[in-house]
């Protein structure tokens, strides 16, 4: 699966802001730029997209920002990716002739059906939980 610069860029916000969740305090846009090398104004243009579907919330002002509207826990990667990419299943197929073209049309929404079950069962709490663990023992020589 390769993600494209937005939904990338949608998911580091998104992580970022899960971190900082318990402080309560509003995240500023140029440090989440700074840190994970976003450009500022895209990077507000993805935060609008997720305040318009009520996924984070902002706050004007020089101690102002971006928030989560809810707990990491409650908000799924499913939701933040749909929120970018949308929630396009393929429903045609560029082959109108051949009748193996329903079969593949098929499959193609059972894997879409699969990865979307999966997303929905990923946490932002989850996602924060694994890049705080330990990378593994550490062999000095």
């Known amino acids: 699966m390769n993600l494209n610069a937005k939904t990338e860029y949608a998911c580091l916000a998104m992580l970022e802001l899960a971190q900082h969740f318990d402080g309560g305090e509003p995240v500023q846009v140029r440090r989440i730029a700074d840190r994970h090398g976003i450009p500022s104004p895209f990077l507000v243009q993805i935060l609008q997209d997720l305040k318009r579907q009520g996924l984070v919330s902002s706050t004007r002002g ?41 079969v593949l049309l098929e499959v193609c929404n059972e894997l879409s059906a699969v990865r979307r079950e999966r997303l929905e069962a990923i946490t932002l709490a989850d996602l924060v939980d694994r890049a705080c663990e330990p990378a593994g023992p550490m062999w000095f020589i």
Do not use: C, D, F, N
């Not at 020089?62 to 990419?85: D, F, N």
């Open 62 to 102: 020089a101690a102002g920002g971006y928030r989560l509207t809810r707990s990491p826990k409650k908000i799924t990667l499913a939701e933040v990716l749909e929120v970018v990419e949308g929630h396009a299943e393929p429903t045609t197929s560029a082959s109108t002739t051949s009748p193996l073209a329903p």
